[in-house]
């Protein structure tokens, strides 16, 4: 016997964990480093001071080594886990539990540090870009609760009392 149930469970949960991660990761990239829009406390460090882009740079890369360590975390977890199953599990489970996990994560970035925190914006001095930010974030967890969808459809129904022969 084997635990389908729980490796799904741990595959939603660690790929998620990644995701959450990764697109936290990618977020600094590409908007903190190559658009430079915005930093991590740019509404509390002016970012066009030389002093306030250093201390915003220093954040910027203290947020990004602990969000390296959690997709490092959802990825030696999923390792283990597909490691430690014995049926094939679904990498559109994965695709669509990090496409969440990211959605989550920037959901989480436009509302509390947008508006409740008011610790940065999309860019630099507006608002006019904070809106449409959550909506592409609310699309990205759409997208990854879509391919989890998908996966069930196309893998049919799990059952965790199914019998596996070794």
């Given at each position: 016997?084997t635990?389908?149930?729980?490796?799904?469970?741990?595959?939603?949960?660690?790929?998620?964990v990644?995701?959450?991660g990764?697109?936290?990761?990618?977020?600094?990239?590409?908007f903190?480093q190559i658009?430079?829009?915005?930093?991590?406390?740019s509404?509390?460090?002016?970012?066009l001071?030389y002093?306030?882009l250093?201390?915003?740079?220093?954040?910027d890369?203290?947020?990004?080594?602990?969000?390296?360590?959690?997709?490092g975390?959802?990825a030696?977890?999923?390792?283990?886990t597909?490691?430690?199953?014995?049926?094939?599990?679904?990498g559109?489970?994965?695709?669509?539990?990090?496409?969440?996990?990211?959605?989550?994560?920037n959901?989480?970035d436009?509302?509390?540090d947008?508006?409740l925190l008011?610790?940065?914006?999309v860019?630099?001095?507006?608002?006019?870009w904070?809106p449409?930010?959550?909506?592409?974030?609310?699309?990205?967890l759409?997208?990854g609760?879509?391919?989890?969808?998908?996966a069930?459809?196309?893998?049919?129904?799990?059952?965790?009392?199914?019998?596996?022969?070794?």
């Amino acid at each position: 016997m084997t635990d389908i149930g729980g490796h799904r469970r741990a595959l939603l949960l660690w790929g998620g964990v990644f995701g959450f991660g990764l697109g936290a990761v990618l977020d600094v990239v590409i908007f903190h480093q190559i658009l430079q829009t915005h930093h991590l406390l740019s509404s509390v460090y002016d970012p066009l001071s030389y002093d306030g882009l250093r201390t915003n740079v220093m954040f910027d890369g203290l947020f990004s080594l602990s969000m390296l360590l959690i997709a490092g975390l959802g990825a030696t977890m999923l390792w283990r886990t597909v490691n430690r199953a014995r049926e094939p599990l679904s990498g559109l489970v994965v695709v669509g539990a990090g496409l969440v996990g990211a959605g989550v994560f920037n959901v989480f970035d436009g509302v509390v540090d947008h508006y409740l925190l008011g610790i940065h914006d999309v860019v630099h001095g507006t608002e006019a870009w904070n809106p449409p930010w959550v909506l592409v974030s609310l699309l990205m967890l759409g997208a990854g609760l879509l391919a989890l969808r998908v996966a069930d459809r196309r893998d049919g129904p799990r059952d965790a009392t199914e019998e596996v022969a070794d």
